[in-house]
T-cell receptor
Framework: AQSVTQLDSQVPVFEEAPVELRCNYS??????LFWYVQYPNQGLQLLLK??????LVKGINGFEAEFNKSQTSFHLRKPSVHISDTAEYFC?????????????FGKGTKLSVIP | DAGVTQSPTHLIKTRGQQVTLRCSPK?????VSWYQQALGQGPQFIFQ???????QRGNFPDRFSGHQFPNYSSELNVNALLLGDSALYLC????????????FGAGTRLSVL
């Protein structure tokens, strides 16, 4: 079984500053990795995904993440945040094997951008 | 291009009642997954439907059941509601070969009183 740990439950950051949201996972097999964003009273929007290939993946809204297999991490970064980035961010993992379709999510990190 | 749509958006029920939630997948998608998101938590996988069959199930009791129709839309049914069933219920759709890439709807907020 897989699990996801998001190390920070809340991250305050000033507007135009860089931010990193941390995610570590545990799995006995190869995984796919995802970051989703949830704005207040809304569903989840896919920010980016790692399936294979380059370990640095770019997503929407200027976000990027780097897959580090040795450290079992998939941290999310943005060089300069905007007020509109205030939301909750979820890291998720899915096993690559046939018959494995569920996403396992972390508990989320609330990003608050301070003007 | 319509995304994943869910209905209703909000629902209030009392303990012991039954509820049905509905989901239409994104155009071109044939697989539907359901998740429960309790307040302050990440979503938890309930089950996934493909070709009108339950393909995978998470750690939820039999009170949670589902159905998928020939047009790929899906229902989630919860019987004998408990206070602890109060949550946001999210539907996600996907399609092979990228079955693990799931797109979510806005959810149904269920309150059990």
């Amino acid at each position: 079984a897989q699990s996801v740990t998001q190390l920070d439950s809340q991250v305050p950051v000033f507007e135009e500053a860089p931010v990193e949201l941390r995610c570590n996972y545990s799995s006995s097999v190869s995984v796919y990795l995802f970051w989703y964003v949830q704005y207040p009273n809304q569903g989840l929007q896919l920010l980016l995904k790692y399936l294979s290939g380059s370990t640095l993946v770019k997503g929407i809204n200027g976000f990027e993440a780097e897959f580090n297999k040795s450290q079992t991490s998939f941290h999310l970064r943005k060089p300069s945040v905007h007020i509109s980035d205030t939301a909750e961010y979820f890291c998720a993992v899915s096993e690559t094997g046939a018959g494995s379709y569920q996403l396992t999510f972390g508990k989320g990190t609330k990003l608050s951008v301070i003007p | 291009d319509a995304g994943v749509t869910q209905s209703p958006t909000h629902l209030i029920k009392t303990r012991g009642q039954q509820v049905t939630l509905r989901c239409s997948p994104k155009s071109g998608h044939d697989t539907v997954s359901w998740y429960q998101q309790a307040l302050g938590q990440g979503p938890q996988f309930i089950f996934q439907y493909y070709e009108e069959e339950e393909r995978q199930r998470g750690n939820f009791p039999d009170r949670f059941s589902g159905h998928q129709f020939p047009n790929y839309s899906s229902e989630l049914n919860v019987n004998a509601l408990l206070l602890g069933d109060s949550a946001l219920y999210l539907c996600a759709s996907s399609t092979p070969p990228d079955g693990n890439i799931q797109y979510f709807g806005a959810g149904t907020r269920l309150s059990v009183l």
